[in-house]
């Protein structure tokens, strides 16, 4: 199950479980839409160099059961605010 984690760990912005703009890789480095188009270098992930995409939604419902993270993530990369 995805974390779901927060927050974007280049610009902390939060991402609450149903952002539009939340992009994760394979493993669920969380960003948001505008640093993968415009702080990261060709959109990829900084940490693994994987495929940034479009987080799934949990269902409302589900989150009851199976919160999503609370667990905040801030690691700025070069391009990111306070790098």
């Known amino acids: 199950m995805l974390e ?3 927050n974007c760990e ?7 479980p149903d952002a539009d703009d939340a992009r994760i890789c394979t493993f669920e ?3 948001c839409a505008d640093c993968v188009a ?3 270098p060709n ?10 995409v479009t987080r799934p939604k949990r269902p409302a419902g589900k ?8 667990v905040r993530v801030f690691k700025p990369h070069a ?4 790098a």
Do not use: Q
Request: glycine share 16%; charged share 15%; hydrophobic share 25%.
């Open 10 to 16: 280049c610009c902390g912005k939060d991402l609450p």
């Open 79 to 82: 391009g990111c605010p306070g």
């Open 43 to 52: 959109g990829v992930c900084p940490n693994c160099g994987g495929e940034l």
């Open 29 to 31: 480095c969380t960003f």
């Open 4 to 6: 779901l984690r927060p």
């Open 38 to 40: 415009h702080r990261l």
């Open 63 to 70: 989150l009851v059961t199976s919160p999503a993270s609370t």
